[in-house]
């Protein structure tokens, strides 16, 4: 069995996010491309400080979860692989977790707020996928998850 | 955000009520795979009989989005990690600890509610209140189910407030 692969780009995504104006805007210029990076990675950070404040886990990418989990999409080519994988982590200490708690469907949760983001439309095809019976209603806030 | 997957399967849940298949809480055969988030509370199949629960807990109003231990219960633990369920014994501390006597051993748990655990505690039969082997986990059975309180074996943190969650989100 491979042994499980993370990255470390999400851990502290509070002091990500505060060097990252830094990070794509050096000179101040703000271009279009820089802009765009600059966008996609706030969108992620701010993904996963959520994870890590409500202690949940989603994709932050394709093959991301937001504990850092990376799927190799060759090994695991199914689209629900990281429900699946054991390997993840807890955010903050990083220490291996016997069960792990996923949320749920999302409504753009990582990008600009009336396009859906590719990742939010996969991760909301493997809430599907996986839970195929299940019911979210309308609770109001914080019953989403 | 309100999320909405309509099945025609799921029309007569209750409302806040979650469905999965039934395989996959196959360990204890009475209880079901749903679970309502807003009572935290998981069904058995004699509720899908219609029966009546021997008692009811105040509807939860409290607002916490935190699903760290101690805090709220999320299903997949539930349905897939919390059996097999053993007697236990439990009575409240003071603030949010209990002590509980899980096979003979005493120990100290703690919940965010302690007050909606006292009451369940208060109102349940002998022998009703259980808890998931290894973990800190305590289900009180009320005949068409079961109350999940997700506890923690070392003092919790307060929950926040809205103002902090909104401020997280923000950062």
Same mark, same amino acid.
């Given at each position: 069995?491979n042994?499980?692969?993370?990255?470390?780009?999400?851990?502290?995504?509070?002091?990500?996010?505060?060097r990252?104006r830094?990070?794509?805007?050096p000179? !101040?210029n703000?271009?279009?491309?820089?802009?765009?990076?600059?966008?996609t990675e706030?969108?992620?950070?701010?993904? +996963?400080?959520?994870?890590q404040?409500?202690?949940?886990?989603?994709?932050?990418?394709?093959?991301?979860?937001?504990?850092?989990?990376?799927?190799?999409?060759? +090994?695991?080519?199914?689209?629900?692989?990281?429900?699946?994988?054991?390997?993840h982590?807890?955010?903050v200490?990083?220490?291996r977790i016997?069960?792990?708690?996923?949320?749920?469907k999302?409504?753009?949760?990582?990008?600009?707020?009336?396009?859906?983001?590719? +990742?939010?439309?996969?991760?909301?095809?493997?809430?599907?996928?996986?839970?195929?019976?299940i +019911?979210?209603?309308?609770? !109001?806030e914080?019953?989403?998850? | 955000?309100?999320?909405?997957?309509p099945?025609?399967?799921?029309k007569?849940?209750?409302?806040?009520?979650?469905?999965?298949s /039934?395989?996959?809480?196959?360990?204890e055969?009475?209880?079901l795979?749903?679970?309502?988030?807003?009572?935290?509370?998981?069904?058995?199949?004699?509720?899908?009989?219609?029966?009546?629960?021997?008692?009811?807990?105040?509807?939860e109003?409290?607002?916490?989005?935190?699903? $760290?231990?101690? $805090?709220?219960?999320h299903?997949?633990?539930?349905?897939? $990690?919390s059996?097999?369920?053993?007697p236990i014994?439990?009575r409240?501390?003071?603030?949010?600890?209990f /002590?509980?006597?899980?096979e003979?051993?005493?120990?100290?748990?703690? $919940?965010?509610?302690p /007050?909606?655990?006292?009451?369940?505690?208060s %109102?349940?039969?002998?022998?009703?209140i %259980?808890?998931?082997?290894?973990?800190?986990?305590?289900?009180?059975?009320?005949?068409?189910g079961?109350y999940?309180?997700n506890?923690? /074996?070392e003092?919790?943190?307060?929950?926040?407030?809205?103002n902090?969650s909104?401020?997280s989100?923000?950062?």
């Amino acid at each position: 069995m491979n042994k499980p692969v993370y990255t470390d780009e999400f851990v502290n995504p509070v002091v990500a996010l505060s060097r990252l104006r830094t990070k794509y805007f050096p000179t !101040g210029n703000k271009g279009y491309i820089a802009t765009l990076g600059y966008e996609t990675e706030r969108a992620q950070l701010k993904a +996963v400080l959520l994870d890590q404040y409500e202690n949940l886990h989603s994709l932050v990418d394709d093959y991301i979860c937001s504990c850092g989990l990376i799927i190799d999409p060759k +090994v695991n080519p199914e689209p629900d692989a990281i429900l699946k994988l054991k390997g993840h982590r807890d955010h903050v200490t990083l220490k291996r977790i016997s069960y792990v708690s996923f949320r749920g469907k999302l409504n753009n949760r990582l990008f600009f707020k009336d396009l859906e983001h590719p +990742v939010d439309a996969k991760w909301n095809y493997i809430v599907d996928f996986y839970f195929p019976e299940i +019911v979210f209603s309308v609770q !109001g806030e914080n019953y989403d998850n | 955000m309100g999320l909405i997957a309509p099945r025609d399967q799921a029309k007569s849940l209750k409302k806040g009520a979650l469905l999965m298949s /039934e395989e996959i809480n196959n360990q204890e055969p009475g209880m079901l795979p749903v679970f309502t988030m807003k009572t935290q509370k998981q069904l058995n199949v004699t509720a899908k009989e219609g029966s009546k629960p021997n008692f009811v807990l105040d509807p939860e109003t409290y607002y916490c989005p935190w699903y $760290h231990p101690g $805090h709220n219960f999320h299903w997949i633990p539930i349905f897939n $990690h919390s059996q097999p369920r053993i007697p236990i014994e439990a009575r409240w501390l003071e603030g949010k600890a209990f /002590e509980v006597v899980v096979e003979g051993k005493t120990a100290v748990w703690y $919940h965010h509610r302690p /007050e909606r655990l006292k009451q369940a505690i208060s %109102k349940a039969q002998p022998g009703d209140i %259980k808890a998931t082997v290894g973990r800190p986990w305590i289900f009180i059975s009320t005949g068409d189910g079961a109350y999940a309180f997700n506890c923690d /074996e070392e003092p919790i943190k307060d929950c926040p407030t809205k103002n902090d969650s909104e401020v997280s989100k923000n950062e």
